[in-house]
């Protein structure tokens, strides 16, 4: 059907006036101008811009007027919206001090700068006939209105139907105030010598733990703040306050993910001479993402823009690991504790919340093994915990660095709560009573990952690991390879039980040429449980001769339980190598028979089954951490304690079905 240029005009100049009469004083004139929508067959041609302009002029016609924008910024939030900002404002303004100084007052402004509302004309495409959906205008007198998240805050806060939020726990987490602060933050906390033996013979107890000669660097945090008792600063690893950082560190310190920071950490090689170094304009014109702060872009970021900058507002240290040029070092500890009767303002009334950040940085021709763990301490139950974490890792050119990152907060969940009772029985509550009075179950936890491969063949090796009971955790891996032979490789496992909510995404770029990246996800996932791994690899245009691999796996052990796998690709260069896939499933019934048949009882053939999957990932951890095959405290036998403890009971227990077999 052929539809006529003039009447489309003329109807969308109709409607246009139309809305502008029922808000007259807000609005003020503009002439009518050319939109993408002649691209595709819709708007009006240039000699009818002309003559709708030559009429204006010579008042014929009534000109089409120009909303006052900034009027209508806030006119689509929803009243869980404006609880969303608030929440986040209530943490963000918990206390005024900055810590980081020019750190904090960048991300600060990041932050408080609101997106302008206006018309930009793009004149990417000027003479070129082809349209790209890339390309989005409003119609002439149109209110212009700000991307969903950015109504009140110029990075974009959660939405509940927000791409990046859409399967997490955004109610419980809007629902649970964490505006509290950990009394003291900024400074080191004082141990005695009785508080010393104590929390290092729990750190041992909980596998957080290297001794002296084993390591070169053990950096210890105890509800946010530095412990120098428990502690060993070398000149490669060390805590810093805001007066330490250098102008380097600043500048690596101030970037923010997801685009937000637009300017490459190096320059990409493209073509003999020239370099690229802007992130927005990357495959451009016809395949570039734009500016961080459109709708098509937010729907394609992790959502941790918000919360880095949240972290650079309220961190009150630095856990500092820098390699030299040349060094290959001992591994290094960054271990983050958490006491549940910890020195909390605020914490009768309202949850607390900490920011632990860390940054490292390796030479070229260097090498490092970084471990992250975030343990439990003892204490009794108290406040609601909201841990907002940021990690900032920089790879220079021929360097290696392996990346161990586990998260063993939030204790243990409830098992056997897929039982569907809820009555009591001989005066025991039932496990999913029991579960809803977990004080863990309203903790959060956040990490945000940022790697930047800047070297040629630098290679990035990591293995994220989030088993803990934490009632919502959100792990977000963003790994950039921006030299020639740069490398990638993510290992990620999530053990999800009782009434949990977690999360975990990640994001592969590859921007330079002749990179490569591998991925290998597992879940598993029990109870009442939901958990995502959403898992995005893209290709630029720049990137060909890329070869990428990626696969998640998951194991549902409970008919109640979810899992929302969602791996994807975008590629833009035509000479890469690429594939992805998940699948998810019970536990094998052939690989039980095999067991079965060789005297291995059910439920010990179910274990060694659950073990094998996770094995795979556990191993890749760094061999100082993992600890003898017997000792009782090894990450092998808390994987195995925490997987026995979400085995189903009953009926389900000793069975393993085909209902959820892969094919």
């Not at 320059?267 to 802007?278: I, K």
Request: charged share 25%; glycine share 10%; aromatic share 6%.
């Amino acid at each position: 059907m052929k539809v006529n240029n003039s009447v489309l005009s003329a109807f969308f100049a109709l409607i246009a006036v139309k809305e502008a009469s029922s808000f007259a004083p807000l609005f003020k004139p503009a002439t009518f101008h050319h939109t993408s929508l002649r691209a595709i067959g819709l708007g009006p041609s240039e000699e009818e811009v002309a003559a709708s302009e030559s009429k204006i002029e010579e008042g014929e016609i009534e000109p089409i007027v120009e909303p006052d924008h900034e009027s209508f910024r806030e006119s689509r939030l929803s009243d869980f919206d404006k609880k969303c900002d608030e929440w986040y404002g209530n943490i963000l303004k918990s206390n005024d001090s900055s810590f980081l100084g020019k750190v904090s007052e960048d991300a600060l402004r990041a932050i408080n700068t609101l997106v302008k509302l206006e018309r930009v004309e793009d004149k990417t495409l000027e003479g070129d006939e082809d349209w790209t959906p890339y390309k989005i205008e409003t119609l002439p007198g149109s209110p212009i209105l700000p991307s969903y998240g950015l109504e009140q805050y110029g990075l974009p806060t959660p939405r509940r139907n927000a791409e990046a939020w859409r399967q997490f726990d955004v109610t419980g987490l809007i629902g649970t105030d964490y505006s509290g602060i950990s009394a003291g933050t900024g400074s080191d906390i004082a141990l005695d010598e009785a508080q010393v033996e104590q929390y290092t013979k729990a750190l041992k107890l909980q596998g957080a733990w290297l001794e002296d000669d084993e390591c070169d660097g053990r950096l210890v945090y105890v509800n946010g703040k530095f412990a120098p008792s428990l502690s060993i600063i070398t000149d490669k690893a060390s805590n810093l306050a805001g007066d330490d950082l250098t102008d380097e560190m600043v500048e690596y310190m101030t970037r923010l993910p997801d685009g937000f920071t637009d300017r490459l950490a190096a320059d990409v090689p493209s073509g003999e001479t020239d370099f690229l170094t802007s992130m927005k304009s990357l495959s451009g014109p016809h395949h570039n993402v734009g500016e961080p702060t459109t709708q098509f872009s937010i729907n394609n970021q992790q959502g941790t823009a918000c919360f880095v900058a949240l972290n650079s507002v309220r961190a009150g240290s630095v856990a500092s690991v820098n390699v030299p040029e040349g060094i290959e070092c001992k591994p290094i500890l960054v271990v983050n504790a958490i006491t549940s009767d910890g020195d909390f303002e605020g914490s009768e009334e309202k949850g607390v919340s900490m920011h632990p950040r860390t940054l490292a940085t390796v030479g070229d021709n260097s090498s490092l093994s970084l471990i992250q763990a975030y343990v439990d301490l003892e204490g009794k139950d108290s406040s609601a915990k909201f841990v907002n974490g940021c990690t900032q890792i920089f790879v220079g050119a021929e360097a290696k660095v392996k990346h161990s990152y586990l998260e063993e907060t939030g204790g243990l969940v409830t098992g056997g709560v897929e039982a569907g009772s809820n009555e009591e029985e001989d005066g025991v509550e039932p496990p999913r009573v029991v579960e809803s009075k977990r004080s863990a179950l309203k903790d959060t936890h956040f990490e945000c990952v940022d790697v930047h491969v800047t070297g040629d063949n630098g290679s990035y090796e990591g293995t994220i690991m989030g088993i803990g009971g934490n009632g919502r955790s959100r792990i977000a891996v963003s790994t950039t390879l921006l030299r020639p032979g740069s490398h990638a490789g993510i290992n990620g496992f999530s053990l999800c039980g009782g009434a949990q909510r977690t999360d975990m995404r990640t994001n592969i770029h590859h921007i330079a040429q002749g990179t490569t990246s591998k991925q290998s996800q597992k879940n598993m996932v029990a109870g009442r449980a939901t958990t995502t791994f959403k898992g995005r690899i893209r290709v630029e245009q720049s990137a060909q001769q890329t070869d990428s691999e990626q696969l998640a796996r998951t194991i549902l052990m409970s008919d109640k339980a979810r899992v929302n796998a969602i791996p994807s690709l975008e590629i833009i260069a035509d000479d890469v190598t690429c594939t992805h896939g998940a699948t998810v499933s019970d536990l094998s019934e052939e690989e039980l028979f095999y067991l079965r048949s060789r005297g291995v009882d059910r439920g010990t053939a179910r274990n060694i089954l659950m073990y094998g999957f996770v094995d795979e990932i556990s191993s890749c951890v760094d061999k100082s951490i993992q600890g003898g095959k017997d000792d009782p405290i090894s990450l092998r036998n808390r994987v195995i304690k925490r997987l026995e403890n979400v085995v189903p009971k009953g009926e389900r227990q000793n069975f393993v079905g085909d209902e959820f077999q892969s094919v």
